[in-house]
């Protein structure tokens, strides 16, 4: 596609209950990574795949994260049992570089804000 | 340890005043990259700049200018003439080499008012 798309836009869960965030990445892109964004404060490294690989995800907060890229484009960032401080804007975002994607910089999506009452 | 800080939390000016957005970063590197992103209301961000350590020359792109300056770890953003449509959350970052992790400094609330 044109941009980095994400969905839902807005999602509000139950606190325990299970979410799964979706990023259609640029079209051909190899690199992907998702950002945690809480209110008020810069985007924070989640992780990040080199096509279907998942080649960093150090910034995961908790066992209860997890992504996935299966086929090398489409990524699912799924959250277990949430809780109230993963509220955030989870924000992806898709780059045409490699290894070492970040140093070039990447194009982001709208992100999904998700809200945990 | 990587570190962006961005000292100014919020400002607001008046359409066609001149607004600087301070950004100081920490790396132990010596190759880095600096970046500037624009977030407006509608939640994505924009991608303005990227500069590498080894360029210290000052960029200008039409009403936007940086100032890279490597004594004092700074990375700065001016607008000249600001306009309405500038008010958004401003975003200076910093990678290493050989890092996936882009580090982002807390943000800048700029507001320009007509």
């Known amino acids: 596609g044109a941009g980095v798309s994400q969905s839902p836009r807005y999602k509000v869960a139950k606190r325990g209950q299970d979410v799964a965030l979706r990023c259609d990445p640029i079209?051909?892109?190899?690199?992907l990574f998702w950002y945690q964004q809480a209110l008020g404060q810069g985007p924070e490294f989640l992780t990040y795949f080199q096509n279907e690989a998942q080649l960093d995800k150090s910034g995961l907060p908790s066992d209860r994260f997890f992504a996935e890229r299966p086929e090398g484009s489409v990524s699912t960032l799924k959250i277990q049992r949430t809780q109230q401080e993963d509220s955030a804007v989870y924000l992806c975002a898709s780059s045409s570089s490699g290894q070492w994607a970040s140093i070039y910089g990447y194009t982001f999506g709208s992100g999904t804000r998700l809200t945990v009452v | 340890a990587q570190k962006v800080t961005q000292a100014q939390t919020e400002i607001s000016v008046v359409e066609k005043e001149d607004v600087t957005l301070d950004c100081v970063y920490e790396?132990?590197?010596?190759?880095?990259?600096l970046f500037w992103y624009k977030q407006p209301p509608s939640g994505e961000l924009v991608f303005l700049i990227r500069?590498?350590?080894?360029?210290?020359q000052n960029e200008i792109s039409g009403r936007y200018s940086w100032n890279f300056q490597k004594s004092t770890s700074s990375f700065n953003f001016t607008i000249t003439a600001s306009q309405v449509v500038d008010s958004a959350v401003y975003f200076c970052?910093?990678?290493?080499?050989?890092?996936?992790?882009?580090?982002f400094g807390a943000g800048t609330r700029l507001t320009v008012k007509p």
């Open positions: 790396t132990r590197d010596t190759t880095y990259y």
């Open positions: 500069r590498n350590s080894f360029d210290e």
């Open positions: 970052a910093l990678s290493e080499d050989n890092n996936n992790d882009m580090r």
């Open positions: 079209s051909g892109h190899v690199s």
